[in-house]
Nanobody, 124 residues
């Protein structure tokens, strides 16, 4: 069974940076596209970014606007989300997800496995 474990969340000031990691186990990492989603209190889960198995097809939500970078290291079975110039409205629980789709999906229902989430809090 595929297992995803996020890490790297925390408290950061406005304008700061964080790098989230998602460790994949229980399957072949290169069989999956990987994504990041987030959910703020009282809001629905929303798409952040996704990457295909090779790293050549990347999709971002509009609000990323060059601030976030998704990447993956297939040798380490790990996905990353580097977040820069963070704002208070980036505060949310961030989830990684894995999809069998060749093209990385945007809708959450395109993903087969989910991590437990890591909290990111941006103070003003």
């Amino acid at each position: 069974q595929v297992r995803l474990v996020e890490s790297g969340g925390g408290l950061v000031q406005t304008g700061g940076s964080l790098r989230l990691s998602c460790a994949f186990s229980g399957g072949s990492f290169t069989n999956y596209a990987m994504g990041w989603f987030r959910q703020a209190p009282g809001k629905e889960r929303e798409f952040v970014s996704a990457i295909d198995w090779s790293g050549s097809n990347i999709r971002h939500a509009d609000f990323v606007k060059g601030r976030f970078t998704i990447s993956r290291d297939n040798a380490k079975s790990t996905e990353y989300l580097h977040m820069a110039n963070l704002r208070p409205d980036d505060t949310a629980v961030y989830y990684c997800a894995a999809s069998h789709s060749v093209i990385p999906p945007v809708p959450a229902d395109g993903y087969d496995f989910w991590g437990q989430g890591t909290q990111v809090t941006v103070s003003s």
